[in-house]
């Protein structure tokens, strides 16, 4: 296999790509804390019936605050539930959706690193089109045309391909939806209760503050709702 990176270049591939297995796990686990999207089963929200927004669940048989809706899978109402992630196992919700955000912004670079290789790669052994698609690449490794190693490089970037268009498909659509800031059950209801009258405002509201830095440095801020109480248009005004 040939050197397609520079031996002067290597420290910065090395950082670079430390940081995206950084990003990329550290967001995933985050996601993966979805204990704290469910929708609490207090005593003390049994009163809460009277409040505005809260409604009976009459699978979980519990009072469930605005924002939150059941799902099947997870066996729980969540907390501003966005959508079931199977990739996270589990939903997500109103401490997870910008982790989930930046999970899919990182992978997309990730895939993006794995394609720029592929294409240096390709270009260093300045290998054939025909060998660059999945069924054409086995078949001249079967007889011995290429080495198998070509054929695992093919596979991965088409992996690569696969994976960057459900990224991009996925960090689109919630980028669009925090601009209205609403989830994705609002956004189809075309509900807008909760609509703060800017994007910026919207934004701010759907990943919390400092979302602007936090897709680069992985601290925590605290979002401007328990998940419980939500402010509307006409407490803001
Ligand atoms: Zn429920
Ligand atoms: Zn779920």
Redesign the pocket.
């Known amino acids: 296999m040939p050197s397609i990176i520079l031996d002067s270049e290597l420290l910065y591939w090395r950082l670079f790509s430390s940081l995206i297995v950084f990003q990329t796990f550290y967001n995933w686990f985050q996601c993966c804390r979805?204990y704290v999207n469910k929708a609490l089963k207090r005593e003390e929200d049994a009163d809460k019936s009277e409040n505005v927004g809260w409604r009976l669940c009459h699978i979980c048989q519990y009072y469930a605050p605005p924002r939150s809706f059941h799902?099947?899978?997870?066996?729980?109402c969540?907390l501003r539930?966005d959508?079931?992630?199977f990739f996270a196992a589990?939903?997500i919700g109103q401490f997870t959706t910008f982790y989930f955000v930046t999970l899919c912004l990182w992978l997309m670079i990730g895939q993006l690193v794995v394609l720029y290789c592929t294409f240096l790669y390709v270009k260093a052994e300045a290998l054939s089109w025909f060998s660059l698609f999945p069924p054409t690449s086995l078949w001249v490794s079967l007889t011995g045309s290429q080495p198998w190693f070509n054929f695992l490089f093919v596979v991965m970037a088409t992996c690569a391909v696969l994976n960057l268009a459900i990224c991009t498909f996925y960090l689109l659509m919630s980028t669009y939806a925090a601009t209205d800031n609403v989830t994705f059950h609002e956004g189809s209801k075309g509900i807008k209760t909760f609509n703060r009258g800017s994007v910026v405002a919207n934004v701010r509201a759907a990943w919390g503050c400092y979302y602007w830095i936090r897709w680069l440095l992985p601290f925590y801020a605290a979002p401007d709702s328990n998940g419980y109480d939500w402010k509307v248009r006409r407490h803001l005004d």
């Open positions: 979805k799902c099947k899978i997870c066996k729980a969540i539930q959508h079931h992630c589990g939903c």
